[in-house]
């Protein structure tokens, strides 16, 4: 078993950063991707960003690059998504998920354990 718990979510005016961090404790995770998705109100969960444990190689959606980054740090067993430049579309609940054996690390379904998510919300 895995748990997830996210943090750093809170208000933030239009261009301007925020750090949401992921901490995960349970068994050991050494062959887990963790990834970053966000639900905005009226639509689905989409995709963020995705970062490999064994070689750190990330991924991130097309309007993320250059203005999201992720990261981890292995000793604290925690991942990272600092985000800048952000704007109103930006607001959503993020939630960090890790996956035992992710393939592209995009699709919900290849992720078996999720956080409770923590809420992000940028006024203009």
């Known amino acids: 078993q895995v748990q997830l718990v996210e943090s750093g979510g809170g208000l933030v005016q239009a261009g301007g950063s925020l750090r949401l961090s992921c901490a995960a404790s349970?068994?050991?995770?050494?062959?887990?991707?963790m990834g970053w998705f966000r639900q905005a109100p009226g639509k689905e969960r989409e995709f963020v960003a995705a970062?490999?444990?064994?070689?750190?190689?990330?991924y991130y959606a097309d309007s993320m690059k250059g203005r999201f980054t992720i990261s981890r740090d292995n000793a604290k067993n925690t991942v990272y998504l600092q985000m800048n430049s952000l704007n109103p579309e930006d607001t959503a609940v993020y939630y960090c998920?890790?996956?035992?054996?992710?393939?592209?690390?995009?699709?919900?379904?290849?992720?078996?354990?999720w956080g409770q998510g923590t809420q992000v919300t940028v006024s203009s």
């Open positions: 349970g068994r050991t995770f050494s062959r887990y991707g």
């Open positions: 970062i490999s444990w064994s070689t750190g190689s990330t």
């Open positions: 998920a890790a996956a035992l054996h992710g393939s592209t690390m995009t699709p919900t379904y290849e992720y078996d354990y």
